[in-house]
Structures are given as C-alpha cells and as structure tokens.
C-alpha cells in the first residue's frame, strides 16, 4: 500500500453503489456486447453452412483443407494460457510482481503461438494444393464458406492479438517500477477479456471444426 | 485492495508540462482548447447537442429538396440519383446525427446530475465518443464530394443493391463512406453506452437506489443496453459488406452463394431495436414532464419503468416484421405479427400512464407541457398505424409505400423529435441559467405542430392510393399531386419552426436579456432540480444521500424524513479530473484510419489494382498511441473548494 | 433546374391544390394504383382486415384522446393560484392498470384473428378439392383448376413475364383471364424488386437467389361494375385495347372506363430508375385470354417464322415468305403474301402478281434497322429470348405502354424515347448499359427522323 500512494496522480477507486469496481462493469458490458459480436459472425458461419453445403455440383467436404491436428494443438494452446493468465493474476493481488511478470510472460508466448498457428494455418489453407480455400473461392469455384471462415477466425486472432498487446503493454509497464498491488484490478480485467476471448475459442473449435468430422 | 482509498497529493502541474508531448491543459483552460479538450459531462453533452442541431438542419435542407421534388408530377428539381442520395442521406443523418446524439446530449448532461454524480465513470472516454461522432458525421457528408457522390442505396442499403457489381457510377464510393462513418458512429455510441451503464449501476448517489432513479435515467440505461447488444449486429454486417466490397468476398453475393436475405436480419436485428432507442429517450423526458406540469408524482412509476424494460427486450424478438414481404414463409410471418402486436401493450401502458398522471393534478400548459402533449398525440397516431403494419394482410399493401413513411416520421417527428424539443424547453434552464421566452416557444410549437401533420398525415391517404416510397418521381394520373402539395407545404412550414426553435436554443446562451431561472423554474421535481443553473463545474458541492424518489419535490414539500442530506465537505476539496488531448487525438486517429481504408486503392496506369495501406497504418498508429498516452497520463485533477453552502 | 423551381413557385399550382383540397378530392379512392379499391380476392382482403384496423383505431384514438381532453380541461390549473396548489400526489392505481392492460390485449386479440386468416390466403392458393373453404371464398373449382402460372422476373428497370404453361414470354404487361387465379412465381436477376399491384393483391419482394410466390384472382364483377366486357375488358390480342385506350382519354385518365387495366409498380428500391419500375396487367375474359396466347405462341415458335422462298414448293394461299428484294439494299429480304395458290418456281420475281409486299417500305427497312443498329442485342423479337437484357418485343404493336408503363405507347411517345431515352428515363439501360457510349448508333438517332419513323413503322407494327 504504501508504494501505493506515492503515486501522486493515481487516482483512487471511488467507493462504488455496487462494490464492483467501475472499471470491472465496463469490461462486462463490453463483453456482453462481444457476445453479440460473436454471436453474428457464428451464426453468419452456420447458416452459410447450411444452406450453401455444396461447391460445384459437389458436396463440400472441408475436411480436404483443414489440418485438425495443428488446430488442436493450438486450441490446448490457448486453453493453457488461460492457466497462465489465472496465476498472473492471483500472483499480483498477491503483490508477488515477479512471479506476475512471468505469467504474463507465458501467457503472451502462448498466446503467440496461438497466432502463429493461426498464421500458418491460413497461409496453408490459401496454398493448398487443389484445395486453394481463399476469401472468395473454394478449390478456384465462388463459394462462402472462406468468407465466413476467415473472417470469423480472423476476428478472433484480432481479439487474442489485442489481448497479446494489452499484456505486452502491462509486462513492459511491469518494469517501471511504478506497478504495485494497486495494479490487480487492472490484470484482473485484463484476464477478464483473456478468459473471454477463449472461451469464445472454445465454442468456435467445436462448431467451426470438430463439426465437420462428426457430419 | 483496490476500493481502499487512497489520499491523493495535490498534483504537480509545473512537473507534468516538462514530460508531456502536449502540454496537458490545466485548471483554467479557457476558449477553443478548453471545448476540445473538456472531459466535463455537461460540455460534451452540449457539443453533442449543438452538433447535432447542426445536422437536423442539414439532414432538414435534404428533407425539402426532396419535399420539392415531389411537388408536382415528373418535376426536375433533382435528377432520380440525386433524389436517392438525398433519401439516403437523410435516413441516415436523421438516425445517426440527430436523434440518437440529441438524445445522447440529454443522456451526458441530466443522466449524472438526475443520480448525484459527479460526472459520468470514464470522462476521457465520454470525449472519446464525442470525437468519434464527429468525425463520422464529418465522413458520411464528405461523401458528397468523391466519385458517385452520396450514396444511393437507402438508409436501410440493402443487399445486393450495394454490392459493387450493381454499381450504377463506375468506381462509386458513396456505399464505402457509408459503410465507414456508420462504423465509426457505432464505436461513438457504444463507448457512450458501456459509459452509461457503469455511470448508472455505480455511480448513484448514497440512498439512490434503482427504484429511487428518475425515469428519464432508466430509459437512459435501458437505451443504453439496447445499444451495446443491438449494434455488434450492424457492426458485423457492415464489416462482412466491407468485407464484400473491398476484398471480395462473397457474403451478399447472390451469384457466387451469399444470400442477400442475410443483410436484412442482421440490419433489422439492429434496426429494431434501434426504434426503441430513438424513441425511449423521448418517452424518458416525456414522463419527467408530464408530472411536474400536472404536480404530481409519475402514475404507475414502477409500470412505466418495466413496459420500457420490455418493450426493450421485446424489441430483440419483432424485426421480421420489418420483412413480412419477402417471403419467410407463412409460419415465421404469422409468429412474428403475433409478437409485434403484442410490443403494442407495453407501449399502450406508458400512454395510459401518462394520462393518469394528470388525472388529478393541476395542469400548466407551458411550452415543454405542450410538446409533451403534442408527443402523446402524435406519438399515438403513430403507434396505431404500427399496429396495422403488424397485421401482414395490411403491410403487404403498405410496405415500401408512403402510408410506412407517415407512420414512422409520426413515431420520430411527431414522437422522438418532439420529445427532444420538450427536452431542450424544459431542461436549457438549467443549462443556461435563463428561461426563454414563453411566446415564442408556443409559437415554434405551433408551427411544428401544424407543418408535421399538414406533411405527414396526407402521406397515409398518399400510400394507400398507391404512391410507393423511395420514388424520385410520379406519373401524371394517379392523383397524388395535391396531397404532395399539402405536404410540401407543410414541410416548410415544419422546417420554419425547427429553425425558430434552434435559434431560440442557441440564442439563449448567449442573450444576457433573457430573465434568470434560479434553482427549480418549473417547481421540478427530480435531484438536478436542487442545483443552481447552470450547474458548477463540480455538479454537486458535497454528495447528497438521497431520502426519497422526485427528491427536489420531496425537499420542497415532502415530510422532513424525505429531505436530502449532504455528505460532509472533505477537507482536500472536491477533486476535478484534469482536461486531456489524448480522446481528440484518438479519434482523429479513427477519422484517418477510416479516410485511409477508403482510399487505399488505387488503379495503376497498366490498370493493375494496388493496394497501399501506408496511411490506414499511420493513422491508426496516431490511435493506438493515443491510447497509450491516454492510459500513462492517468486522469491527473486538480480540487476545487466550494463554499459550504453553495449547490 | 430554374424552370422547375418556377414551376414549384406557381400561384396555379398553390390556388389549385388549396382549392382541391376545400373541394374534399378526399372522396376519390378509385385511383389507377389504390389499394382502397380492391378488385380481387386477395386485396378486398386485405382491404378488409385494413378497414377493420382503421375503425378500431379510430375508436381507440376517440376513446384515449377524449380521455386526454376531459383531463386537460377538468384539471387545467385556472389561475397563477391554482398552479401552485399541491394535488394529492397519488403514486398508482395497480387495478386500473391492471384492466387497461387486459383489455387493450383484448382489442388486439380481435385483429389477430383476421390478421392469420389473412397471412394464410396470401400465402396460399386454395385446395381445388376444399369445396368448404372455397364456398367461404365464393370460388367456383374450376377458377382454381384452371389457375395460370407467370414467372416473374424483374430486371433494372423493367419486367419480364413468362407463361410457362404455354412457352411464351412477354415484358412490362401482363394479361391474365380475369375469372381464374394466377400464381406468379417471382425472381430477380439483379437486385431486390417488390412485385406490387395494389388493386388485385398486395406485393412480394423478388430476392435474389430465391423463388417468392404470390397469387391473385381478380372479381369480374367488380371490374365490370356497370359497364360490360366490351367497354371494360377490350380485347388485347387484336389491338382493340389499345385502341380503345387511346380512343378518347388523355394518358393521365386511361384507368377510368377501362376497368380491367390494372396498374403496377416496383416497390423496393432498386437504384437510379426505381421510380419508372412500373407495369399494366390486363384482364381478359377467357376466351380473348386464350386467342392472345394463341397469337402469342404463332408469333414465337420458331418453326412458324417467315422462311425464305422456296422453288421447289408450291405455297397456299395466305402464305408469307421471305424474298431478296434490292430495293431495300443489296442482299435485304422483304415479306411477301402470296394472293393465291403457287406452284413451284413462281417466285415474287418471276410472278410479281401472285404476291403482293405483306409490309410496307418502312416497317421492312425499320426491320433491317432493328438488327445494324444492334437493338437485336437486347431485345427479343418473335422468339421467347430468356435471358435477354431488354424486354421481349413480340407483339409490341399491342402494347398499351412504353418504358415499363411510363408512357403512352405510340408514335409520338417512341419517337421521344428513340431519339432521347436517357431524357425520359434518366439512367435507363438502353442508354446507359454496358458497352454503350456516344458511337453506339442508338445515341445518334437524334436528327436522323426518317430513321426513327422506320424503326416506329417495324415496332408497331408488330401487331
């Protein structure tokens, strides 16, 4: 605490009608509102899904593109960051910095990697010979699904690497020696949008891949 | 943790000029740079207003065109794209720049004085969402001056018409600009709304419980949740349309297996309940009017708050109604003209309620009385030709024709707008610390009143005798030209009054001859009544803990248990946050993203398409770093030491 | 733009609408395009379910505003004095509310009845063998057994109808039996339209990549009213409609004699051009119905078409052929009628006698004309042409309109269109459409008027 008031711009949290803090409410309004966000672009996915199931007279089988393996692995990815995320944050309200500093760490490497995988994955899924899946186009003929498909995953790796930066942004912060227990709220939130942002990866996972192999 | 409070040290200014880019601006900022750099609620919400007065006569000066037009048959005022960029311009100024933002400015300056706060939960990001409203109005106008000019595509611009293949200009950009300033409008009000609720939910006075809030504050939340879940679906459909337009993908291209159908729920989803945040606020200031003018105490308070919560939530679950002609089939027609018609007992109660809160008072009819008068009436007509709409036999004649144009200019003329006017004549008061001129008031509701239903109500005989909406002209023969006639005349006469109306707003800021209001003019009844006009810097000297719901009344008249208490005065003064540049940075930052994205494309002289994103990626770097100076710079503040007994 | 602005600012205009208005013009309902006088089954429906609408809002809007006024005036504060009296500061009445609640569910209840009943007839034909229902509807089986089908496609600007049943396609006038129901198929190639004919039905959108259905059937009863079939429903398929259109009114009155001329219109917004989307449909009686399909199916079957003159064969009489004729430039042919029977080798050459010209100069060079001026590209003469990117022209010289219903088809009309259609029609793709720019011939009809009145003399006649 006492490291705590030597910031003299900091800004004390308000005592609140609720008792939660008002940085916590706006986190949940905005995800309640991403909900929504998410909940366009799956039904978008799933209902192109449905109604245009065919490429050329045949039925698609996306299957052909994607690599199932790779996309499980970086699933297990995302879902171990989230451990990372949990102990990052109970070790600061723990004011334990260093163990925080390597949390995050560990959460931005997986969270990378979580990236990177997507990366290769639609670079690979463009280039894939005879299979060329891009925005427009499925094996060269017009259809939806890499539409719906790039765009949907697409937001998602935006919402990971936002978070990427964000915990970048509090690592780097970490070391300027003004971070203190005063910050848990903060890292809270932070992994507040983290644990979101896979949970939604746990519904996307299901529905967008693992639903093409029980078809 | 982190609710425990820590003392703050007086801050350092001096210091702070040294290690900033921009020096930061300090207590006593005064002239332009205090206006863009103000995080005072009470200015936002007077920019948000005045800017958007500024857009009701430009989307007002479409309006006539477009009234001028129609005079007479085959008329060549405005050549048919002309008229349909005019059309479109006008939807959508009138949604994006003049009603939500009026209602927003209502929202930023009464919604915190109403709950004894301070000022909103974030009020660098309340400036945020200002700039962000600016700069997207500023983007759908600029449209006029690129290839294809405006868009043509309608408000609603519905699928294909807006996908490049049906381009009717080579290269058109008007559906870009539209697409992007819309975003960026969205991100305005979404910020403003997570700002809302958190101001809402948090930051009530001691003893102001939910139950305890004035109307015109739960309208202000409910509008608000309506907001951050109805536009992530616009949002995503103008992203997939983005999407569609600039890189070719195929979401609402029929040819290549999108389906247009798409674009009209998920607009629709949106659109929907985005007539209920039109038109809530106006409901809000409406059931704060009506009880101080009649004395009494709103009738039915905890109905009026649950009808608007249902007809909130309701609102989610009608928007096919908006599709009843395109075929869903007869199971999901029916379902839905069910539900619609059932949204009409909800917004039945408010009216009945309405009318009970006079039943028994002492009615004044001063000009915020009339327009509240002049809202239940109109606003009825309107609702009762709703009801009609959700009767499919009935819409299948009056879709797309102009018996649906009188009917929703009834809801947000006759409703919203008249609302928002009541809104200013009974709340500038207490902006401006003048009262206005009574005469005049009740001559610019005249005027209004008579334009609006000489321009309106003919519109209904004019759709069922088969005038179709969105039609740059008609042919002789059909027997439309005298109620246009009628309509067009009345539209002048309309727009003559908002012009009066504006001017006797603006003016009484500045017209030094105007008599003082003092406190309470109307003998109001809610908190923000208890505070001198115009209200201080601060709003309230020390905190008040709240006795009783309509506390200024309760104060005036009510039992000595309902009177107000006052927090005690600290000793380190009241703490003010400081003004920042960062918001306006952050949003000019959005503003060149978005100006980049549309002009990232360029065709090389071998006719190859080139793609440059050099400024997109400059100008979002200008926002990112914007909000991290935003976020190292903390609020910062300085105190101010009210005297003990000043308001 | 200056001239309209005067046009706008004319006392004529002001004194007439005011006076129009004072002389109650409310009266009329019987508009070319109003809903407010039905004419079929499916519209006096919604007509029906409209007006019941109307009564019950108008008793709510009595009830409610009477209400508003008794309390504005009962508890109007008479004096300075009186506003400042405190009224007891009642908070709700949970009984009131509660009743009011219930009985405006009540008052909805009463139009949700006829609302699904409606959603159901729009939706869907009658069962010809639910003899029950159609007794309720006041249909005879055979209305329904006998039912034709029209697909319908709309294009930017204008709309193509074909009659699958019988392998013919015609554009922008519609002519159905007026005793039986017809099923319309909509489609669109482009963007959204909305298929709208006020009186006989309400509308249905045309969504690309998607088949809409609507139906309707017209009343003869009501479109006779108290004239007969000659005067309400002239034949089409010999012109006598278009004559008797022509006849005697001015273009802004052709609706009132002729009952059985119907007028519609696109109500989607659809882009530039949307306001001159409209059509006709026609009504016929059953028997002129099946005589202008059978004209239609001649005119349009390829193995009936005019073949080139034959030496080998002997021709009956009445018989067309088509023969070099030099006259009309070097390798042109020109439409004989042969007057008598012909025996083999007896050419228009060799036996001028035997055939007489079946067309006039003009027409034949009008013809000649329609294809070097590349109109052939997009239209379709004498052939069904699905697909074509103008409207069909198969029997144009029976049309009673021009431009998608816009104008009066005749000469003085097309001569304004041919010359300048972009004036009339500013944006229409006939001026406009791909690949048309300042050399396309089209654009340079403007001062050649022999030109003009040749391709006038060939498109209408085409009779």
């Known amino acids: 605490m006492s490291d705590a008031s030597a910031h003299a711009l900091e800004h004390h949290e308000p005592v609140t009608s609720t008792g939660i803090p008002n940085k916590k409410v706006l986190m949940w309004a905005f995800l309640g509102s991403d909900c929504m966000f998410f909940g366009t672009l799956i039904s978008t996915h799933l209902i192109y899904r449905k109604i245009s199931a065919t490429v050329g007279g045949n039925f698609l089988d996306i299957r052909d593109v994607f ?12 879902l171990a960051s989230s451990l990372f995320m949990a102990l990052g944050v109970s070790a600061i309200h723990k004011g334990n910095l260093k163990s925080m500093r390597w949390m995050l760490l560990g959460t931005i490497i997986f969270g990378a990697i979580f990236l990177a995988c997507q990366v290769y994955e639609f670079t690979h899924f463009i280039h894939a010979p005879g299979n060329e899946l891009t925005l427009s186009t499925y094996r060269g003929e017009p259809h939806v699904f890499g539409s719906t498909f790039y765009v949907l995953t697409g937001t998602h790796g935006t919402h990971v690497a936002i978070g990427v930066f964000w915990l970048i942004g509090w690592l780097a912060y970490s070391f300027t020696g003004k971070m203190s227990v005063a910050h848990a709220l903060d890292i809270e939130i932070c992994g507040l949008y983290w644990h979101f942002v896979d949970i939604v990866w746990i519904i996307i996972f299901p529905v967008i891949y693992l639903m093409e192999y029980a078809l | 943790m982190a609710t425990e409070s820590i003392k703050y040290l007086a801050p350092n200014t001096e210091n702070k ?18 206006w863009l750099t103000t995080i005072d609620h009470k200015k936002i919400g007077l920019m948000y207003g005045m800017t958007a007065l500024f857009f009701l006569i430009v989307g007002g000066i479409e309006a006539l065109l477009i009234r001028s037009q129609l005079w007479d048959h085959n008329m060549d005022v405005l050549t048919n794209r002309e008229y349909n960029q005019m059309f479109t311009m006008h939807g959508t100024t009138m949604v994006f720049l003049v009603i939500m933002p009026l209602s927003a400015a209502f929202f930023n300056f009464i919604m915190p004085l109403q709950i004894g706060a301070r000022d909103v939960a974030f009020p660098r990001m309340n400036a945020l969402s200002l700039w962000c409203f600016v700069g997207g109005g500023l983007i759908l106008n600029l449209s006029w001056f690129f290839t294809g000019g405006s868009p043509a595509i309608g408000w609603f611009g519905y699928a294909p018409l807006t996908d490049t293949r049906f381009a009717e200009v080579i290269g058109d950009m008007g559906p870009d600009f539209w697409i992007f300033s819309l975003q960026i409008l969205g991100i305005a009000s979404l910020l403003a709304s997570f700002n809302f609720i958190t101001t809402i939910i948090n930051m009530r006075a001691p003893g102001m419980t939910m139950m305890r809030l004035p109307v015109f504050t739960w309208m202000t939340l409910i509008v608000s949740f309506l907001i951050i879940l109805a536009f992530p679906a616009i949002t995503i459909a103008l992203v997939e349309l983005m999407f569609d337009r600039t890189f070719g993908t195929n979401f609402f291209d029929f040819l290549e297996g999108g389906k247009p159908h798409l674009w009209q729920h998920l607009f629709w989803i949106f659109g929907h309940p985005e007539v209920y945040i039109l038109i809530l606020p106006a409901m809000g200031i409406v059931s704060e009017v009506i009880p101080v003018f009649s004395r009494k105490p709103l009738f039915g308070y905890g109905l009026v708050i649950f009808s608007g919560a249902i007809i909130g939530f309701m609102g989610f679950a009608v928007w096919s109604h908006h599709m009843f002609t395109t075929g869903m089939g007869v199971v999901a027609t029916s379902a839905f003209a069910m539900l619609t018609m059932l949204i009409a007992i909800p917004t039945g109660v408010k009216i009945f309620n309405w009318i009970g809160t006079m039943w028994g008072g002492r009615i004044r009819f001063d000009t915020p009385m009339l327009f509240a008068l002049g809202f239940i009436t109109m606003f009825m007509i309107g609702g009762f030709t709703g009801i009609m709409h959700s009767s499919v036999p009935i819409d299948a004649q009056h879709q797309d024709s102009y018996f649906v144009v009188a009917h929703f200019h009834y809801v947000l003329i006759g409703g919203a707008l008249f609302g928002l006017f009541c809104g200013f004549y009974f709340w500038l008061p207490k902006m401006t610390g003048r009262m206005m001129n009574e005469k005049l008031g009740k001559f610019v509701f005249t005027l209004m009143f008579l334009g609006f239903n000489l321009t309106f109500f003919p ?10 909406r969105r039609t740059h002209t008609y042919n002789e023969g059909h027997g439309f030209e005298t109620w246009n006639q009628i309509a067009t005349i009345g539209a002048f006469i309309l727009g003559v009054g908002i012009v009066i109306g504006i001017y006797q707003f603006v003016s009484s800021f500045f017209n030094k001859k105007l008599k003082p209001a003092g406190k309470n003019p109307w003998d109001a009844r809610t908190l923000e009544w208890a505070l001198s006009s115009p209200v201080k810097e601060y709003n309230f000297a020390r905190t008040p803990i709240i006795k009783a719901r309509d506390q200024a009344w309760e104060n005036n008249y009510g039992p000595r248990e309902n009177h107000s208490e006052k927090e005690p005065l600290d000793d380190h003064g009241v703490h003010m946050p400081d003004r920042s540049w960062w918001p306006l940075v952050t949003a000019l930052g959005l503003f060149g993203l978005a100006m980049g994205m549309l002009f990232h494309r360029t065709i090389d002289p071998s006719g190859e398409l080139v793609r440059d994103y050099t400024v997109p990626i400059l100008a979002g770097s200008v926002a990112i770093i914007g909000m991290i100076m935003w976020a190292l710079e903390g609020p910062g503040g300085y105190h101010l030491f009210p005297k003990e007994n000043e308001e | 733009m200056i001239s309209s602005l005067t046009k706008l600012l004319t006392i004529r205009n002001l004194v007439s609408g005011l006076f129009l208005l004072l002389a109650g013009s409310c009266s009329r309902i019987d508009h070319k ?18 007006m019941l609408s109307v009564w019950i809002t108008i008793f709510l809007f009595c009830t409610v505003g009477g209400c508003l006024l008794y309390v504005l005036w009962r508890y109007r504060a008479k004096n300075a004095e009186e506003a400042k009296e405190i009224p007891p500061q009642s908070h709700g009445n949970s009984m009131v509310e509660t009743g009011l609640i219930i009985a405006s569910s009540i008052i909805l209840v009463i139009l949700a009845v006829p609302t699904l009943q409606g959603v159901v007839l729009l939706n869907r034909v009658p069962d010809a063998n639910d003899s029950e229902t159609l007794e309720k509807l006041g249909l005879d089986r055979s209305q329904i057994d006998g039912a034709i089908t029209v697909n319908v496609t709309g294009k930017r600007f204008f709309w193509v109808f074909e009659y699958p049943q019988f392998g013919i396609v015609t554009a922008n006038e519609l002519v159905f039996p007026a005793t039986k129901a017809v099923r319309i198929n909509l489609r669109t190639e482009d963007v959204i339209h909305s298929f709208w004919v006020p009186k006989l039905a309400g509308k249905m959108d045309l969504m690309p990549g998607q088949e809409n259905f609507m139906w309707f059937i017209a009343d003869q009863k009501k479109i006779l009213g108290e004239t007969d079939v000659a005067t309400a429903m002239p034949a089409v398929h010999d012109g006598t409609m278009r004559s008797k259109v022509f006849a005697k009114q001015k273009f802004s009155d052709e609706f009132e004699p002729v009952g059985g001329l119907f007028y519609g219109q696109c109500a989607e917004f659809c882009g530039n051009s949307h306001a001159y989307m409209s059509f006709r449909a026609l009504a016929q009686t059953d028997e002129d119905f099946d005589l202008w399909v059978k004209r239609f199916q001649n005119a349009q079957n390829p193995n009936l078409q005019t073949k080139l003159y034959d030496p080998k064969s002997s021709y009956n009489k009445n018989s067309f052929v088509s023969f070099a004729d030099n006259k009309l430039g070097s390798g042109a042919n020109r439409e004989y009628r042969s007057v008598r ?20 100069d003009d027409y034949e060079i009008g013809k000649q004309l329609f294809s070097s001026l590349q109109c052939v590209q997009c239209h379709a003469v004498n052939r069904t042409g699905l697909g074509a990117k103008g409207p069909n022209l198969t029997l144009y010289g029976l049309r009673t309109s021009l431009a998608a219903g816009w104008m009066r088809n005749d000469e003085e009309s097309l001569s304004k269109w041919l010359k300048n259609s972009n004036e009339i029609k500013f944006g229409n793709l006939m001026w406009n459409g791909e690949g048309i720019d300042d050399r396309h011939p089209l654009r340079n009809l403007q001062d050649d008027d022999q030109k003009v009145n040749q391709l006038i003399a060939y498109l209408l006649g085409q009779s």
């Open chain 1, 67 to 78: 690599d199932i393996e790779l996309t499980s692995f970086s699933t297990f990815i995302l």
């Open chain 2, 17 to 34: 000029v040294k290690t900033q880019v921009f020096p930061r601006p300090g207590q006593h900022t005064t002239g332009l740079v205090d």
């Open chain 2, 459 to 468: 519109m209904h005989y004019l759709g069922m005798i088969g005038q179709p």
């Open chain 3, 33 to 50: 395009q109003s809903a407010l006088d039905p004419k079929g089954l499916v519209s006096q429906n919604q007509y029906d379910v409209f």
């Open chain 3, 341 to 360: 029977k012909i025996s083999p080798g007896q050419s228009p050459q060799v036996a001028p006698g035997a055939w007489e010209k079946a067309h006039s």
